[in-house]
Nanobody
Framework: QVQLVESGGGLVQPGGSLRLSCAAS????????MAWYRQTPGKQRELVAT???????NYADSVNGRFTISRDNAKNTVYLQMNTLKPEDTAVYYC??????????????WGQGTQVTVSS
């Protein structure tokens, strides 16, 4: 069984920065694309950023130029560096990964979510 564990959320003032991490653990798995999503109460989960195994990235227009997604394949970890944070970035952030295991074949896995609050 594969698990995704996120860390790095918290409270930050507008204009500040946070770095989220998401590490995959388990036995005998391969990770393909990884991504970060976010969700606020009453709204659908929205895609924030994606990164392929080779490092190609894509961003939502709302975060482009402020957020940077990266990954360390040796550590099975994806990061989200968030700069110049705005109150509208407040949300629960979820890690997502496209993972193959011998038991489940290839499917999407989700982290448990980490709260990011941008407020003065």
């Amino acid at each position: 069984q594969v698990q995704l564990v996120e860390s790095g959320g918290g409270l930050v003032q507008p204009g500040g920065s946070l770095r989220l991490s998401c590490a995959a653990s388990g036995n005998s798995f391969n990770i393909y694309a990884m991504a970060w999503y976010r969700q606020t109460p009453g709204k659908q989960r929205e895609l924030v950023a994606t990164i392929t195994r080779s490092g190609t990235t894509n961003y939502a227009d709302s975060v482009n130029g402020r957020f940077t997604i990266s990954r360390d394949n040796a550590k099975n970890t994806v990061y989200l560096q968030m700069n110049t944070l705005k109150p509208e970035d407040t949300a629960v952030y979820y890690c997502n990964a496209d993972i193959w295991t011998i038991a489940t074949a290839r499917r999407a896995y989700w982290g448990q979510g980490t709260q990011v609050t941008v407020s003065s």
